[in-house]
C-alpha cells in the first residue's frame, strides 16, 4: 500500500489548503483513515480521523476548522483547513490502519503572513 500526499504550501493566517492523500488500494479497505501533523521539535499528534464507517474524530486544536473526508472511487482522502493559524505550521502525514499501518511521505504546511 502506498499512500502519496499533497496540497501543502504557504498560507497567510486566515487561509485555507485541501490535502489530499492518494492510496494505491481501495481506501474502503482500511479501518481507519487520518491525518496526523508534526511540527519542528515536537512529536507527531493526530489532526483528524475517519473511519471506515464514516465516523469522524479530530482534536481540540482544529475542531471546526478542518474537515476529514474521502472520495472512495478516487481512493483519496482530504483534509480541508480553513481559517489557518501559524501555529497550524507542520508537515501533514496521512495514515491508513487495516491489515497493517501505513504512513504517507508528508507534505509541508506553512501558515505565515
Known amino acids: 500500500v502506498q499512500l502519496q500526499a499533497s496540497g501543502g504550501g504557504l498560507v497567510q493566517p486566515g487561509g485555507s489548503l485541501r490535502l489530499s492523500c492518494a492510496a494505491s488500494?481501495?481506501?474502503?479497505?482500511?479501518?481507519?483513515m487520518g491525518w496526523y501533523r508534526q511540527a519542528p521539535g515536537k512529536q507527531r499528534e493526530l489532526v483528524a480521523t475517519?473511519?471506515?464507517?464514516?465516523?469522524?474524530g479530530y482534536a481540540d486544536s482544529v475542531k471546526g476548522r478542518f474537515t476529514i473526508s474521502r472520495d472512495n472511487p478516487k481512493n483519496t482522502v482530504y483534509l480541508q483547513m480553513n481559517s489557518l493559524k501559524p501555529e497550524d505550521t507542520a508537515v501533514y502525514y496521512c495514515?491508513?490502519?487495516?491489515?497493517?499501518?501505513?504512513w504517507g511521505q508528508g507534505t509541508q504546511v506553512t501558515v505565515s503572513s
Open positions: 488500494g481501495r481506501i474502503f479497505s482500511f479501518n481507519v
Open positions: 475517519m473511519t471506515r464507517g464514516g465516523s469522524t
Open positions: 495514515n491508513a490502519a487495516g491489515g497493517g499501518v501505513y
